[in-house]
């Protein structure tokens, strides 16, 4: 296993039996996510050492860019020396192949090559942290469910990016439904609704494949899933941890803005009416609009009162309301607050599992969220209800190469003359 038995005089399990107790990390995608997950890990140092220790990107510049920022927040406990930075479509390996059973590879690149680097990490028997979505299509997240079951079969320990659910404040309220004080829960609405965010033409770089990559990441559904799911797969969890199931079906419905001049792929407004095995229902949307009503929050209603379960930039703002109006003067009761963020709350139980070599397997959770998240984005684009078989069972992928990319790789999606992607067209688009 990948914690040793022997302990430390500070009766923390060492990992590295003779190395310190040091966990070393790769990061593999250099972005923004992947730079702030780095920060979160390092705020576990507490329980043991944990330094940064390999990089691999595609872009240079991204890559030194996020060393610099990190080394200026935590010294030398970013440990990247330059042998050790890699770039290609092949340096996910080679940052992994550093690595030593009881360190991570952190998969943050974009949704679209998720499931390689997972896969590769798991079978070299690396723990796993991978962020937010998944994959953008079907056939890649059977993908990284097949890798999660390796790696349960392995000891091999995966956390998700699907933060939330490692907050103790949300966790009460669910316990407070389960008792039976709000009465018997009989709907959820999550909304994240905010401003216009349009995709600008990228002219005679449309096309190039890596340009894609770096412009296209929440506009090219093959490179990220489009925006609804990167952002609302978040509160679609939340609605199936409070359900505590996953959605039978989902009706949707979406469309674009008057006059609008969107380059990529996204519709503006998502509406989504997800149906559980019993007949519950959570009621989910995404719109980016200009001068619109602005909320990101997931309430919860039951017979007696309704509950607010999040809010903003996915605070754990707790309620318990004394009947059904929600309103600040109106809560009955809210728990403890949480003492950290949940970007933090899920390193640090995802590192005390690998100290205590505990089970700690998100894959089936996470790609299970997905897989809602990506029915609602079909049933949106469609118009039409999808069923949770039809999803989990779809043969469809955007890009059927993604084992032999390469920088001279053709994009799977092109635009038109004037730089317009295609964008969903019920009857003739096709995603699952």
Known sequence: MAAATTALASSVPRVHAGEENTI????IGCGGRGTGAVGNAMKTQDQGPIELYAAADLLESRMEGSLKALRKRFGDRINVTPDRRFLGFDAY???????RPGDIAMCT??????????????????????????????????RMLRAGEEAERKGVKIAAGLQCRHSPARAALIHEIQSGKMGELCYIRANRLTGRRWMRSMGEKSNDLIEQLQFGK???????????VDNLIHQIDECCWLMDDWPVSCHGMGGREVHSDDHGQNVDVYSMEYTFPNG??????????????????????????AGQFSGRVHKATVHMFKDHRISKDNIAWS????????????????????????????????????????MGRAAAHLNRIVTWEEV?????????????????????????????????????????
């Open 24 to 27: 070393r990390l790769a990061l």
């Open 93 to 99: 390996k080679k940052a992994i192949d550093l690595l």
């Open 109 to 142: 690149t974009r949704a679209y090559i998720r499931p390689l680097h997972v896969e590769y990490a798991v079978r070299k028997g690396i723990h796993v942290f991978m962020e937010k979505p998944f994959s953008p299509d079907p056939v890649g997240l059977r």
């Open 218 to 228: 929440i506009h090219l559904f093959w490179v990220g899933s489009g925006h609804m």
């Open 280 to 305: 519950k229902k959570a009621f989910c949307g995404f719109r980016r609009a200009l001068k619109g009503h602005s909320e990101f929050a997931t309430f919860v209603h039951c017979s007696k009162k």
């Open 335 to 374: 728990p403890e607050p949480d003492k950290e963020n949940p970007w933090d709350y899920e390193w640090i139980d995802f590192i005390k599992s690998i100290r205590n070599d505990r089970p700690h397997n998100e894959a089936k959770r996470a790609v299970y969220a997905d897989f809602a998240a990506l």
């Open 392 to 432: 989990t069972n779809s043969q469809f992928q955007f890009c059927n190469y993604l084992d032999e990319l390469t920088y001279d790789s053709p994009p799977p999606v092109k635009a038109d003359q004037e730089g317009y992607f295609p964008a969903p067209e019920a009857g003739q688009w096709k995603e699952l």
